[in-house]
């Protein structure tokens, strides 16, 4: 139940930071620092990331809701996160992607039966976030969101769009229908889609 900080400024790669227990791994990746690190939580602790220059490797949740935090993982990226974002357990995985030099390149996966929020004030595209699983998925694209990523549900799980600035891309159901929500796919839009939305499933 104890803790873990790092804080980086220079390069950590081909190596794991994993978090296997119920404390708690903070990680403060500075305007200096590049992180490829494969990070991964497996029970019911939490990591705290914030990059403010280059995030990369896999970040990656299997573990059950957090007994310590209000998300198993939660990542506020100020700069480039170029990494994959996965959550394959019963818990949670929140990001805030900051307004102006916030970006997202990497994919994003939800392939359980928990949850992945994403709050955009920056820009998010050439990547795609996939629900696989039974879990959800809640994208919140704010006033100053320029969301263009493939955006995918295949299974029975759920994604929820709220649109506030401009919501580009694809928007693709191709699962079944789920008991958990109204839809497998809900959007409101709140300003400009100008993506393609289409129902395979």
Excluded: C, P
Aim: net charge negative; proline share 0%.
């Amino acid at each position: 139940a104890g803790s873990i900080t790092l804080d980086n400024e220079g390069k950590s790669s081909s190596n794991q930071i994993n978090n296997t227990g119920t404390g708690l791994i903070t990680i403060n990746n500075k305007d200096t620092g590049e992180l490829g690190s494969a990070i991964s939580n497996s029970a019911a602790g939490a990591i705290k990331i914030v990059n403010d220059n280059v995030l990369g490797g896999t970040i990656t949740n299997t573990g059950d809701t957090s007994t310590t935090a209000a998300n198993n993982i939660d990542i506020t990226n100020n700069k480039n996160l170029t990494g994959t974002v996965t959550n394959n357990g019963q818990g949670s995985i929140h990001v805030q992607n900051t307004k102006g030099t916030g970006s997202i390149t990497g994919n994003i996966n939800n392939g359980g039966a928990g949850s992945i929020t994403l709050d955009n004030e920056g820009k998010s595209s050439s990547n795609q976030i996939d629900n696989t699983g039974t879990g959800s998925i809640t994208i919140n694209n704010k006033d100053t969101g320029e969301l263009g990523s493939a955006i995918s549900n295949s299974s029975t799980g759920a994604i929820k769009i709220v649109n506030d600035n401009i919501l580009g891309g694809t928007i693709t159901n191709t699962g079944d229908a789920i008991t958990s929500a109204a839809n497998n796919i809900d959007i409101t839009n709140n300003n400009n889609l100008t993506g393609t939305v289409i129902n395979n499933g």
